[in-house]
């Protein structure tokens, strides 16, 4: 696995955000997941076979700040919008995970010229009662790896600090990663995505851990029925919330093969 | 120096095996441990605990606020203190206070606080903490990563609001206001002192400084933990040119007196080990919600007291042991001893931390009535006028409520007594 290039674009209120980038072919961008993206993953590189993979930071999340500027949900899909139209990525695929698949989705539903077609893994976005979603912001620490991977020692190397890296600073990248994924999506209810999902014209894809503990599986037909396109399901064994880190290449395949 | 009075309020009915068989005393509290009834008489012992301590010459009495708690049982000591505003003469009624970002809009707490200088005559002190992560972004769902934020415009609002004679707009990121025009006002102008209970974090130091506000370390740990925090405080002070008055700081300590050590220790034992073996057994999970603590803070690896017990209390839970008296007292947690040992003690410990608002806890954990009356009553006999004079001769106290004179001030007709 060779590393991406990395480069940073400018933001039009403001501020630098990272982007890393890989591969020959179509365009994909993607929108990472509840801590970001600390370092490449394999899933990534997998899509970077055979796609252009963009892949660039929303604020708070490892390689952009600004986090502290938006207050609701509208600040970040228009930051979103900005940071996707900055990298060239606005017209493209759109994969997106977790809190980015979140995002995604609002992308698509607010701006459909922006999405050709859509991957969702576990998105945030829905809140049904009667099967709450795990509270992922309280946690023992020694609960994490567990909640938001199947194998805890992925989850671990995920966010393992790089050599080189200052153990306070690399701390606090993850705390803000953190911070940032709460200022979205506390106090977890509905976030009003359930009432815009018919606007979602893409043709999506939901991909669904079978051991996702934070989000029930279940979730991916509600998802699925709100939705106004074409839309299929896949569900991966062997994976929790953050599925694309659990199985890389069974999540990467299905995401190409739908793709296109 | 000035001697108040403070109540948390503790549910004192846990039940012995609370910490092994339940998960926090806080924000998923089993609510089948709560008995309505006995909360009455509670709530009724508690009020009668601060009415009797501002009669026995206390300064002023403290109340706060927590939510979904099993040792805090006031969600609204606003409640409180209005009671107190009536039922007491001339003791300060501090309030410590109301977590401004719970309240929408933030005038709220701005009427409240007027109508409780109003009612009392202009005795008034109006605390603003941020609030714990477990009352303000668990119990009520506030976003950590914005918490300090409305903060801190809710103060500014409630600031402006008290001041302000004509109404004006109010368009602040968080509070959009077209006419805000509190009524009534408070007695004292331009406000009622404020204020901030606040953890060891360096901006809270900062913006007291830079308010001119009290800045209050509410531990439960004591004056030997609590050293590094004032410290720390202090130097700040010194480091940004504000000078060294006492007054500027506030503490907590938790006391218990009788007529010997040997008496003490066998006295308070059975309520100190219940708050701190029940009491504080907070589940570390709602301890450091995401963004509650600022990157500054972070990095300065100062956490609140709350995170620290929190911590204390549950990070590992099954090799959690709930300390012992002995251990509670060698810690400093608790001030153990005659009056002339407590009087002693405590002019060292105010010395030390220069501290001018001393906050007493005499009642804690599942302590009785009658052995918190008793308590309060020797403090204030025996203990109180042996520390009332420190720092007076030197420092003037500017953070004091200034009421009308005592003659201009209403006493409440009698209750009926059938």
Partial sequence: MSAPSERRVRLPRGGEARVLEKGEGPPLCFLGGLRGLPRWPAFLDRLAARRHVIAPSLPGFFGATGHQDLDDLADWIAAALDLIEACDAAGADLVGASVGGLLAAEIAAFSRASVRRLALIAPFGLFDEREPIADVFALRRSEVAGMLCADPATYEAFLAMPEAEDEIEWQVLCARAEEAAARLLWPFGDLGLRKRLHRIAAPTLLVWGARDRVLPATYAKRFADGLGGLVQIRSVENAGHMAELDAPATVADAVLTFLG | ?418
């Fill in chain 2, 1 to 418: 120096m000035k001697l108040l009075w403070f109540h948390l309020m503790p549910y004192t009915r846990l039940p012995e095996d609370f910490a092994e068989r339940h998960p926090s005393v806080w924000v998923d509290i089993d609510s089948r441990l709560f008995d309505p009834a006995l909360a009455h008489d509670m709530y009724n012992d508690f009020m009668d605990e601060l009415e009797y301590a501002a009669e026995m010459g206390f300064d002023g009495v403290c109340v706060n606020e927590h939510h979904q708690n099993g040792y805090g049982l006031m969600p609204s000591p606003n409640l409180i203190a209005s009671t107190l505003a009536r039922r007491t003469r001339d003791a300060a009624i501090v309030v410590m206070g109301n977590s401004l970002a719970l309240y929408n809009p933030p005038t709220r707490v701005a009427e409240e606080m007027a109508m409780l200088d109003c009612i009392s005559g202009g005795r008034l002190v109006a605390g603003f903490p941020v609030g714990t992560p477990m009352d303000t972004c668990f119990a009520y769902g506030q976003n950590p990563s914005q918490l300090r934020q409305r903060y801190h415009e809710a103060h500014d609002l409630i600031v402006k609001a008290w001041q302000t004679p004509e109404p004006f707009a109010w368009n602040g990121r968080w509070s959009k206001l077209r006419y805000v025009n509190v009524w009534p006002r408070p007695i004292q102008r331009p406000h009622p002192p404020i204020w901030i209970p606040g953890g060891g974090s360096i901006e809270t130091w900062r913006w007291c400084a830079e308010k001119d506000y009290v800045y209050s370390y509410l531990s439960y740990f004591g004056y030997k933990l609590g050293k590094a925090t004032m410290n720390g405080f202090w130097q700040e002070m010194e480091r940004l040119g504000k000078e060294p008055n006492p007054y500027r700081a506030g503490f907590l300590q938790f006391v218990g007196v009788a007529e010997t050590r040997a008496e003490a220790m066998d006295l308070y034992r059975e309520a100190a080990e219940y708050f701190y073996g029940r009491c504080l057994h907070v589940d570390a999970r709602y301890a450091a919600p995401p963004g509650y603590s600022s990157e500054a803070t972070l990095r300065a690896r100062v956490q609140s007291q709350v995170v620290q017990a929190a911590q204390r209390a549950s990070s590992d839970r099954r090799t959690y042991a709930a300390p012992s008296f002995e251990d509670i007292v060698e810690q400093g947690f608790v001030i153990v001893g005659s009056p002339d040992e407590v009087a002693d003690q405590l002019r060292e410990v105010a010395t030390d931390l220069r501290v001018g608002q001393l906050m007493l806890l005499l009642q804690f954990g599942n302590m009785s009535r009658q052995l918190t009356l008793h308590n309060t009553e020797l403090f204030a006999k025996r203990v109180l006028p042996q520390l009332r004079d420190l720092w007076d001769d030197d420092w003037e106290n500017r953070w004091w409520p200034r009421p009308l004179a005592a003659s201009e001030r209403r006493v409440p007709r009698e209750a009926p007594r059938s």
